[in-house]
């Protein structure tokens, strides 16, 4: 049996036999935010890990890896969100190099032009737009909303194994809640959303007026209440994971609260420790069950962001 090492020193709850993929968030929130993903082998394909975001130093996501049992050159490729620091630590650009971290870089083509600017032009980086395959059986769908000036790419994976597809949705630094949001998360077995804060903690933080507008103006974060909104719209099938949560201005105990009416299985990330593995099964069925028809076609558009 392949078994994962916990991160906080137990054996993981979550072998790799019989689940599609294991979702790990090493660390979420203002700080720096990363996550880990595995797919694991299967006769035809090697095991695979990828990041989602890397707002962490190098040095300190190689060691929360090694806590995970995962070398820096086991990393398959880092796929971001957007390129903030607290998801893209100035310090990558030098960490991609033999013998250390090899990983390719997947970068929505609107932020090209500041991936330029802070020279991760010179690793080796792909641009990818509403698509983008890391793997024989691993596709990443794309959905861009607005975040700041350049905009965030929200997730969802495709993982084909052998029990049948696996659908991992991760939606962080949303702003608002779309229906094109809603859409591209519609049936995910697991799904990974933020939980940003408390309007009313919000509100009576000693927060400049411009940060606070910022946040909840529409292209910052979401509330504990539009997240749970937007899950409960989602039908998301078994399990959810709450990311970004606010030191400041919120608490696990008011997102997960807010989030309870779900049924699903709830983790909370945090910023300075680990979550449990957590998985991702094939067609989990139940009171959420949906037919789930992926990818779907989406209208011709012109790019939403200049990319500059």
């Known amino acids: 049996m392949s078994v994962l090492p916990d991160?906080?020193?137990?054996?993981?709850?979550?072998?790799?036999?019989?689940?599609?993929?294991?979702?790990?968030v090493l660390a979420s929130g203002s700080r720096g935010n990363c996550s880990v993903l595995v797919v694991p082998s299967t006769p035809e394909t090697p095991r695979r890990v990828y990041l989602?975001?890397?707002?962490?130093s190098p040095r300190r996501t190689a060691s929360l890896l090694a806590e995970c049992g995962i070398r820096p050159d086991e990393v398959d490729a880092i796929v971001y969100t957007h390129l903030d620091t607290d998801h893209c630590y100035a310090g990558w650009a030098k960490a991609i190099r033999p013998g250390y971290f090899r990983a390719r870089l997947m970068i929505h083509h609107g932020h090209m032009g500041r991936a330029e600017r802070m020279g991760l032009l010179s690793c080796r980086t792909e641009p990818f737009d509403e698509e983008c395959v890391l793997a024989?059986?691993?596709?990443?769908?794309?959905?861009?909303?607005?975040?700041d000036s350049l905009g965030v790419a929200c997730f969802r994976f495709v993982i084909d194994g052998?029990?049948?597809?696996?659908?991992?949705?991760?939606?962080?630094?949303?702003?608002?809640?779309?229906?094109?949001?809603?859409?591209?998360?519609?049936?995910?077995?697991?799904?990974?959303?933020?939980?940003?804060?408390?309007?009313?903690?919000?509100?009576?933080?000693?927060?400049?007026?411009?940060?606070?507008?910022?946040?909840?103006?529409?292209?910052g974060h979401l509330s504990n209440q539009l997240s749970a909104g937007a899950v409960a719209r989602m039908r998301v099938r078994e399990h959810l994971v709450l990311l970004h949560l606010s030191q400041q201005c919120n608490t696990p105990e008011l997102?997960?609260?807010?989030?309870?009416?779900?049924?699903l299985t709830q983790t909370?990330?945090?910023?300075?420790?680990?979550?449990?593995w957590i998985?991702?099964?094939?067609?989990?069925?139940?009171?959420?069950?949906?037919?789930?028809?992926?990818?779907?076609?989406?209208?011709?558009q012109g790019s939403l962001f200049g990319g500059r």
């Open 162 to 219: 052998e029990d049948g597809k696996a659908h991992l949705g991760y939606a962080t630094d949303c702003g608002r809640v779309t229906p094109g949001l809603i859409e591209h998360m519609r049936g995910v077995d697991t799904l990974a959303i933020e939980s940003n804060y408390c309007p009313q903690m919000q509100q009576d933080s000693d927060r400049p007026a411009f940060l606070k507008n910022r946040i909840m103006g529409g292209s």
């Open 52 to 56: 989602i975001d890397a707002g962490l």
């Open 268 to 276: 909370i990330s945090t910023q300075h420790q680990a979550t449990p």
């Open 136 to 147: 024989p059986n691993v596709s990443v769908y794309t959905e861009v909303l607005s975040h």
């Open 255 to 263: 997102a997960s609260k807010e989030h309870d009416h779900s049924g």
């Open 7 to 24: 991160p906080n020193g137990q054996e993981s709850k979550y072998p790799l036999d019989g689940v599609s993929g294991a979702l790990c």
């Open 279 to 300: 998985p991702i099964n094939a067609g989990v069925v139940g009171a959420n069950a949906v037919e789930v028809v992926f990818p779907r076609h989406k209208a011709t």
